[in-house]
Nanobody
Framework: QVQLVESGGGLVRAGGSLRLSCAVS????????MGWFRQAPGKEREFVAA????????YYGDFVKGRFTISRDNAKNTVYLQMNNLNPEDTAVYYC????????????????????WGQGTQVTVSS
């Protein structure tokens, strides 16, 4: 069973930074595409960023605009999301997700493409 555990969320002022981490159990982490999504109250879950299984390619939601960076360490079974220049609109629960089929079918920003999810970590940005 694959388990994902996020950490690093919290309260930060506008303009500040946070680094989210997602630790993944299991021996097949290096074959999974990994993604970050977020969900604000009353809104649908939206794509934030993704990284391919080998780490060679990254993808971002349009709203990121160069502020976030996704990375992974396959030796540690961990994926990261560095978030800079945060604003109140970034307030949401952030979820880590794993796509076991990305190695075959390629990148997707759809919630439906991801097979395993973490429990989420709250990010709150004050103005």
């Amino acid at each position: 069973q694959v388990q994902l555990v996020e950490s690093g969320g919290g309260l930060v002022r506008a303009g500040g930074s946070l680094r989210l981490s997602c630790a993944v159990s299991g021996r097949t982490f290096s074959t999974y595409g990994m993604g970050w999504f977020r969900q604000a109250p009353g809104k649908e879950r939206e794509f934030v960023a993704a990284i391919t299984w080998g780490g060679s390619s990254t993808y971002y939601g349009d709203f990121v605009k160069g502020r976030f960076t996704i990375s992974r360490d396959n030796a540690k079974n961990t994926v990261y999301l560095q978030m800079n220049n945060l604003n109140p609109e970034d307030t949401a629960v952030y979820y880590c997700a794993a796509d076991r089929d990305q190695i075959v079918v390629g990148f997707s920003d759809s919630v439906l493409a991801y097979d395993y999810w973490g429990q989420g970590t709250q990010v709150t940005v004050s103005s």
